[in-house]
């Protein structure tokens, strides 16, 4: 079964500094999703960026940037230039993608790292 | 409206009784989900739909039946309330597995 790990229940950071985000997961499987989910105070889920495991480039979306390596098993979020309005709890999700008769579209998540940034 | 809605958004429930929370989307994703959020176990996966009349157990499964006979409904049962699933509650839907899943905005559960 796959699992996602994200070790860091909180982070701090001071605005306009950068931030890593850590996630682990653990798979037997080669063809899957990884995606940075952000749960703000409003309890709404919004997706930050998303990454295919066959891409070696890492995705990238205005300040925010993953470091995806596959054969670590590891997928971190990094935050350039941090606003009061990052703050929220920040969850790593795990997709499969391959058409077998095992794999049917499960999207499991990490136990999510609380992001506080420092005026 | 369009999008994906839960309901109730708050309900407070006693010891054994079932309670159902709905979930309805207006996109005809083939894909739903049922979550449950604790504070320190993060969003863990009930049940998951990958079709119409096809379900499937997720990570935490116990105490809870789901049903999806038309594509846009995914009904939640909990059969006989504990106070264990006390919870907030979110579905999801998506249409590949590819894309982003989109979130309702959750249901909170107190059972009492």
Redesign the interface.
């Known amino acids: 079964a796959q699992t996602v790990t ?1 070790s860091q ?1 909180e982070m701090s950071v001071q605005e306009a500094e950068t931030v890593t985000l850590s996630c682990t997961y653990d798979t037997s499987e080669s063809d899957y ?1 990884l ?1 940075w989910y952000k749960q703000p105070p409003s ?3 919004i ?1 930050v960026i ?1 990454q ?1 495991a066959y891409k070696q480039q890492n995705a990238t979306e205005n300040r925010f940037s993953v470091n995806f390596q596959k054969a670590a098993k590891s997928f971190s979020l990094k935050i350039s230039d941090s606003q009061l309005g990052d703050a929220a709890m920040y ?1 790593c999700a795990y ?3 391959g058409l077998g008769s095992s794999n ?9 790292t609380t992001l506080q940034v420092k005026p | 409206d369009a999008g994906i809605t839960q309901s109730p958004r708050y309900k407070i429930t006693e010891t054994g009784r079932q309670v159902t929370l709905m979930c309805h989307q207006t996109w005809s994703h ?2 739903m ?1 049922w ?1 449950r959020q604790d504070l ?6 009930i049940y ?1 739909s ?1 079709a119409a009349d ?1 379900t ?1 157990k ?2 935490v499964p116990d105490g809870y039946v789901v049903s999806r006979s038309k594509t846009e409904n995914f009904p939640l049962t909990l059969e006989s309330a504990t106070r264990s699933q006390t919870s ?1 509650y ?1 579905c ?1 839907s ?1 249409f ?3 894309l ?2 989109f ?1 309702g ?2 249901t909170r559960l107190t059972v009492v």
């Open positions: 994200q229940p999703y995606f309890r709404q889920m997706l998303r295919e969850f997709r499969s993608a049917t579209g499960k999207l499991i998540f990490g136990q999510g | 083939s894909y989900f979550y320190g176990h993060g969003l863990r996966l998951y990958a096809i499937d997720g990570e907030v979110f999801a998506s590949s597995r590819g982003e899943a979130f905005q959750g």
